[in-house]
């Protein structure tokens, strides 16, 4: 784990430690590596609850709730599924935030519309979910696209977790 992602998640547990909140994860593409970047921090069983990797769309849709149909109009990797999963994930574990991810991280799978890098995020309080599409295209790996999607999504969460504690 790097530096910054550690202190992030401190941060992040931090506050939701001091506001008595949870939190659970639906991961695909970086498949746990969110989930083991959370449980890292000394503690966290007090606020992250858990969460699912679903890897393959059946898990997405029999687990998480997602339509099948929003998949088959908009493909996996969309902030349409992603907003979906992250509230099926909160929905499951019944807790205060969600976290849920789902990308092309490669070296293959990609599209002229989607190209490897295209990761889809979202951060959802069951009162708003903010989502994301990024294109890690400077990441060369499939290790660095899974890697800059888990921080960018700890950095997302964070800005969330701030914004609502004002």
């Keep these: 784990m790097e530096?910054?992602?550690k202190i992030?998640?401190?941060?992040?547990?931090?506050?939701l430690r001091q506001n008595e909140q949870?939190?659970?994860?639906?991961?695909?593409?970086?498949?746990?590596?969110?989930?083991?970047?959370?449980?890292s921090e000394p503690g966290s069983s007090k606020w992250f609850a858990g969460g699912v990797i679903a890897y393959a769309d059946r898990i997405k849709t029999d687990l998480l709730g997602v339509p099948s149909e929003m998949i088959q109009e908009y493909g996996a990797v969309s902030i349409e599924v992603v907003a979906a999963m992250a509230g099926g994930i909160r929905s499951l574990t019944g807790t205060d935030y969600s976290l849920s991810v789902s990308g092309i991280a490669g070296p293959t799978g990609g599209t002229?519309?989607?190209p490897v890098?295209?990761?889809?995020?979202?951060v959802d309080s069951g009162r708003s979910c903010t989502t994301v599409m990024k294109h890690f295209s400077?990441?060369?790996?499939r290790e660095a696209v899974r890697k800059a999607s888990a921080s960018y999504l700890l950095s997302m969460l964070y800005s969330r977790l701030r914004e609502d504690g004002k």
Aim: with cysteine; hydrophobic share 45%; aromatic share 0%.
């Design 3 to 5: 530096l910054s992602d």
């Design 112 to 114: 002229l519309e989607k």
């Design 138 to 141: 400077n990441s060369h790996s």
């Design 117 to 122: 890098g295209t990761v889809c995020m979202a």
């Design 22 to 39: 949870t939190l659970s994860v639906a991961e695909s593409c970086t498949g746990g590596l969110v989930g083991m970047l959370l449980t």
């Design 8 to 15: 992030l998640v401190g941060k992040i547990g931090a506050i």
